[in-house]
């Protein structure tokens, strides 16, 4: 099973090839670079004119940083280093996974040691407030 990171890698550059492919639509339909329609002045217009605006730079500057980020994550998983978003896409097996989730469920859920730290705490403010009052 791949890990949490791959799949982002493989999310990242699947997002970056869709809006290339997007990107190059744009280029073939004339939408890129954005133009703006000539004004008709009585002549008879051979083709039709949609305006674009300047937003549809967004699709290749997309495509760009998913590509860009899925590189990243190839090679952040290739050297071992850690890859930017890698709070939300570890690197780990699931067997890494589940005992790191034991672990956390264990510390959060001690509930005989955190009582005990209660109980000895509230045993020493009462104890230290029957001194004060003596």
């Given at each position: 099973?791949?890990?949490?990171?791959?799949?982002?890698?493989?999310?990242?550059?699947?997002?970056?090839?869709?809006?290339?492919?997007?990107t190059a639509?744009?280029?073939?339909?004339?939408?890129?670079?954005?133009?703006?329609?000539?004004?008709?002045?009585?002549?008879?217009?051979?083709?039709?004119?949609?305006?674009?605006?300047?937003?549809?730079?967004?699709?290749?500057?997309?495509?760009?940083?998913?590509?860009?980020l899925?590189?990243?994550?190839?090679?952040?998983?290739?050297?071992?280093?850690?890859?930017?978003?890698?709070?939300?896409f570890?690197?780990?097996?699931?067997?890494?996974?589940?005992?790191?989730?034991?672990?956390e469920?264990?510390?959060?859920?001690?509930?005989?040691?955190?009582?005990?730290?209660w109980?000895?705490?509230?045993?020493?403010?009462?104890?230290?407030?029957?001194?004060?009052?003596?």
């Open positions: 099973m791949q890990t949490s990171a791959q799949a982002a890698e493989r999310l990242f550059f699947a997002l970056g090839i869709a809006l290339l492919l997007a639509f744009a280029l073939i339909d004339g939408r890129l670079p954005p133009d703006d329609c000539p004004e008709p002045d009585g002549a008879q217009v051979t083709e039709p004119c949609t305006a674009s605006s300047s937003i549809g730079w967004l699709v290749p500057v997309g495509a760009a940083l998913g590509l860009g899925g590189f990243v994550f190839r090679t952040a998983r290739q050297t071992g280093t850690t890859p930017p978003f890698g709070k939300y570890p690197n780990e097996s699931q067997s890494q996974i589940s005992v790191r989730l034991s672990e469920h264990a510390d959060a859920h001690d509930t005989d040691r955190l009582s005990g730290a109980a000895n705490m509230e045993t020493k403010m009462l104890e230290s407030t029957h001194g004060e009052e003596e």
